[in-house]
C-alpha cells in the first residue's frame, strides 16, 4: 500500500499553476455521480469525475479520470472499448477483472488493468468491502 500510496503521489505532483497545461482537481471540484449498471454491470457504481470525455481537447490523450466506488457484489459490465484504452488503478478492495481473453483475474490493491482499443473487460467487487478504483480512459488522436 506503501508503494501505491507513492505512485499515486507521483501521479498527483502540485505543479505551478504558471505551468501550461498543469491541472488540480480538487476533491470538492470533481463531479459526483452514481452510475446504474455501468456498462451493462448489476447495481450502481458511486464516480467522481475530475473531467469527462466533453471537456478533453482532441490533441489530450487522457479523456477521461475518475474515481470509481463499487459496492459488495456490483460490477461494471463486460464491455469493449471501441475507440479507446482504459486502465484501472485498484487502490482498495478486491475484485475480479474479466480480461480481453474473457477471463476472470482476482484484482486488489496495488493492481493495474489495462484494456487495449478493441478490447473488452469488466470488472466486479467480489470482496466484503467498496472496491475503489481510479479510472483512466485515454485515446490517440
Not at 9 to 17: D, S
Not at 21 to 47: F, P, R
Amino acid at each position: 500500500m506503501q508503494k501505491l500510496t507513492k505512485t499515486l503521489l507521483c501521479l498527483a505532483v502540485l505543479l505551478p499553476a504558471s505551468w501550461a497545461n498543469a491541472q488540480v482537481i480538487t476533491k470538492e471540484q470533481q463531479q459526483q455521480v452514481e452510475k446504474k449498471s455501468l456498462g451493462g454491470g448489476k447495481g450502481s457504481v458511486d464516480v467522481a469525475f475530475g473531467f469527462t470525455r466533453d471537456k478533453a481537447k482532441a490533441d489530450e490523450a487522457i479523456k477521461e479520470l475518475s474515481w470509481l466506488t463499487i459496492k459488495p457484489g456490483d460490477s461494471i459490465g463486460y464491455h469493449q472499448h471501441k475507440d479507446n484504452e482504459d486502465a484501472y488503478i485498484i487502490v482498495s478492495g478486491t475484485g475480479t477483472f474479466k480480461e480481453a481473453d474473457g477471463k476472470d483475474y482476482p484484482v486488489k490493491a496495488g493492481d493495474i488493468t489495462i484494456v487495449r482499443k478493441g478490447q473488452s473487460h469488466g470488472l466486479t467487487n467480489s470482496g466484503k468491502e467498496p472496491l475503489v478504483v481510479v479510472d483512466v480512459i485515454a485515446a490517440q488522436q
